[in-house]
């Protein structure tokens, strides 16, 4: 039996569950890259990963990535009570809970990450295509919000990052 | 098999899940009546129920019961996969999942609902507090923020639509 | 004095609002025509306009457009205390009041315009890239993504009725 | 003029902005203690001043301190538009935009927050009460929200990191 909480368990458990489904931090970060190369072009890939790194480190985020793969994976198993079977096996135009549970994910870094999620989620860059293409067989109507939402919630972490560093930059100038 | 939405039976099923979960709409009414009598002395129960099944009436609030309850029963049946399970089960003070999915509910009547939401999702009164106790067997980690959700989200559509009829009143005085 | 509320007085200073600020109903359909036309073949222009009217019929949207226009205004004229003045002024990327307060706009139809919000705030097409230029003297801040978020809840809106529309065409066919 | 962004300046404007409007970190503080001491009876003041100190070296929740003090100082100053002059005066029950914005800064600690910020709001212990007094003069509208969620907020800080505590105890026990 679990602890009270365990965050190790919960953690492992939602990389597990990623990897599980096909996801990689990888390609998560070429998600963040796709966002950010315009407004910081120096950024590299490393540091978009472990942007990524700790989003996932965040009990708010690894609740949410639990919850909705598990609604998928059932949607899958054709568990789920109808018509809520029916509506998250198709990915219904009119059910917003995978969008209201991704929101969770993006505001841990800020209301900056709104657009960027938004954006991506409709584009569908990279990753994103391929959780998209319906083969009738798997189910990821949770899955491709949550990674939308993952690299737009890393995204926001750099932008907060990338200033605090210009500042110290800038600082140590002043001081010379 | 179902065809594309079907309001009919998203309806319906919510409002038997609703039933089956042993939550009866007058409750909730209550709940409105506790939380808008200060405001609105004449409010009556009839008015508060009328209010809970427009709330009722929406997709975007349908949907999230369906999901809520739905988790709930899983947790219920022991087929959640771990640590989610355990999450539920025990409603874990770190999980905001249900918090969120309330959210969305509250929100289709506007951000005056949201205090409302808070105050009796802690102070538990009629209802929420027999959805709270713990016997070891019944899940309503979801439930019981959902019957809250829909309670805040009727008083604001009161608020509203009192606000209505006084200008109406005064409308006519003018008139006069 | 102004009566305790009045909601004629509240609509009507929030479309006046909106003109004087060189919004016109007839640009945010577009963005609705541009964001729903893809599935909607047979989306009118009428309809798309119609829709925003009704958006902006509701109280929770004219206080967030008031709002957000009144600092708009104040940045313009330099009667913001620094440093809101220069954030504002210069719509700074760690700033997200503007993003917030135009969610509160898109949840009033529902999650499900979350992700259409973002694409055109990002993408800028039609009115929303004439908002967007920096003269040096305007100030649109907050209205751009108001702007966006009065589009995305008037396309939020219309696939809810259109899907209402469809199945009482069904029903009618089942009839026969 | 102020150079692009610079945290020290915001982050100033922010403390000594919250400190004119008689805001004192230790009544912030108390509202922490009020909402934890039951489940966290060792938890001492300092702790949750230090939380508050935690909650707000955030630049997302000083932007949405910095938006919301100016809007109640316009009001104060009967310097808004009409009727949003009226409505903010007033603390107008319609009007959530306070709402909206105080969401901004629970969210930053996750959902977990909204119950306490919701409860707290609508309670109002300690410096609450005293900044709803109305006394025709002062406007407190946005600002009453604020110091709700800056506790709602450090509450879920704390309750994150007790977990944490416990878990390193927990594993210091395994290894003897």
Known sequence: MIDNLESDKVAEATARLL????????????????LQKDYFPKLTMEECIE?????????????AILTGIQLDLLAEQGKLLSPLQEIVFRDEGLY?????????IVNVYGSIGYTNFGYIDKLKPGILK???????KDVHTFLDD??????????????HRKQAEKEETDDSDNSQ
């Open 130 to 136: 391929r959780l998209n293409e319906k083969n009738g």
């Open 51 to 63: 942007s990524v790194e700790r989003v996932l480190s965040k009990r708010e985020v690894q609740n």
């Open 96 to 104: 917003g809970c995978d969008e209201v549970l991704s929101l969770a």
């Open 146 to 159: 949550i990674v939308g939402a993952l690299a737009a919630a890393a995204s926001s972490r750099i932008a």
């Open 19 to 34: 990897r599980e489904r096909g996801v990689d931090k990888k390609e998560i970060g070429e998600l963040v890259l796709f």
